[in-house]
């Protein structure tokens, strides 16, 4: 009888990591809007190109790294990435004009692109069974989120006795430390049947299947109403959000301001993702990746729909994150996991990263729209109803995807 695989092997500890420390960093960007745009008495929109840019820059850079992964090695695309992002954080403590922001950016967003999902995913996806894939993926994913629980809080406390540059040093050296776990991380070796396949010939096969289209629009919602809340969240908090009562629960745990309720709320909806998308990575394994997508997109525009609807509380705030933050990135497992079904685990890396460039499209305009639209009209509420749009139309591009492999599906 055959030894069961475990599900902790080394190469997902060490992935979970680099994403850990990694998304814990870009999680905490929207708490810097605020003290940036006072420091320098920036319009919103200045600090928020910044960070849509470094989204758009993450887009790019995700298949350009998963290539770079294929080609040389995991271990030395995550190095070349974590260089990348500790260069572009260190660049940026020192920026003082809003394009230079907005140029250095890129290499943070090159940087989450190197040390993210596209080339940790992947070699995670190889590195499991066939039985444990979808749960190894959504373990991954959920380390983001877990990153995402202390990022923005703690950014809020350095920013209470230190200045962001130095804050913004700190992150640079953080990134760097999880390189000293890269040893552990060993590669899998690749079938010779996977080999003999060139990346050209599984990308025109991937281009020319309405499946993969259809993969690539349904992710750019998600792109958008996360980048979106992420960003601005924080701020839309401190300056709407109703007064926090001085004797309730939030007082009695150091919650008295409303900008602690913001950088709280970032991590409150990266606590609620971890069931979430450790939930979903079960349901995958059992159940169509393409309805659960479907349903996770729909329920999310009921979310954002209810919550701009009604009267922003402190209570509406923490029910708002917990609820989104069970469907935050639920999505990722089961888009990666349908990737790797149905084109194979060879060029994964890349073909994910292709996919996922719609996601930070979305990222981009839902940041760089959110800056925009608050510094014309003086709210957040058009850009919101953009995101219930698009989050519907998500769910419904999901539903004529062809869920079987495609060699499957040629042979038919």
């Not at 850990?20 to 420091?39: H, K, M, N, T, W």
């Not at 066939?130 to 983001?144: F, P, Q």
Request: glycine share 10%; proline share 4%; with cysteine.
């Amino acid at each position: 009888m055959q030894a069961r695989t475990p599900l902790f092997t080394p190469v997902l500890i060490v992935g979970c990591i680099v994403i850990l420390v990694s998304f814990a960093i870009r999680a905490s960007f929207g708490v810097f809007q605020i003290p940036i745009a006072a420091e320098f008495n920036w319009p919103r929109a200045e600090f928020s190109l910044a960070i849509a840019i470094q989204n758009l820059a993450w887009g790019i850079g995700q298949p350009i790294f998963g290539a770079i992964a294929e080609k040389i090695g995991d271990r030395k695309a995550i190095i070349i990435g974590a260089f990348t992002y500790a260069a572009g954080l260190v660049l940026s403590s020192f920026a003082v004009t809003p394009e230079a922001h907005q140029m250095y950016e890129v290499l943070v967003g090159f940087g989450v692109a190197g040390t993210g999902f596209g080339v940790i995913l992947a070699v995670v996806g190889r590195a499991s069974s066939d039985e444990n894939r979808s749960m190894s993926l959504a373990i991954a994913t959920a380390a983001g989120s877990a990153g995402q629980i202390f990022g923005a809080p703690v950014a809020e406390w350095m920013l209470s006795f230190v200045t962001w540059q130095t804050t913004f040093l700190v992150f640079a050296v953080a990134i760097l430390l999880v390189l000293f776990t890269l040893p552990l991380m060993r590669a899998p070796a690749i079938s010779k049947a996977a080999l003999e396949e060139s990346m050209g010939t599984i990308l025109k096969k991937a281009f020319r299947d309405p499946t993969y289209t259809l993969i690539f629009l349904g992710f750019f919602s998600c792109g958008y109403q996360l980048a979106f809340i992420t960003a601005h969240f924080p701020a839309f908090v401190t300056e709407v959000c109703g007064a926090i009562d001085p004797s309730g629960i939030l007082a009695s745990v150091g919650i008295t301001e409303t900008s602690q309720l913001g950088a709280w709320s970032i991590a409150l909806i990266g606590a609620a993702n971890i069931g979430g998308t450790l939930f979903a990575g079960y349901l995958g394994k059992r159940y169509s990746k393409k309805y659960l997508l479907a349903t996770i997109y729909a329920l999310r525009t009921v979310v954002a729909g209810t919550f701009i609807l009604l009267p922003m509380t402190p209570t509406t705030v923490i029910i708002f994150s917990i609820a989104m933050g069970s469907l935050w990135l639920a999505t990722v497992p089961l888009t990666s996991g349908l990737v790797a079904h149905i084109y194979g685990l060879r060029y994964m890396g890349t073909l994910y990263g292709i996919v996922f460039f719609s996601h930070q499209l979305g990222s981009f305009l839902g940041v760089w729209l959110g800056g925009r639209m608050y510094d014309i009209y003086g709210s957040y509420t058009m850009v919101w109803w953009i995101g219930v749009g698009i989050g519907a139309f998500s769910a419904i591009v999901h539903l004529p995807i062809k869920e079987r492999p495609l060699t499957a599906a040629a042979g038919a």
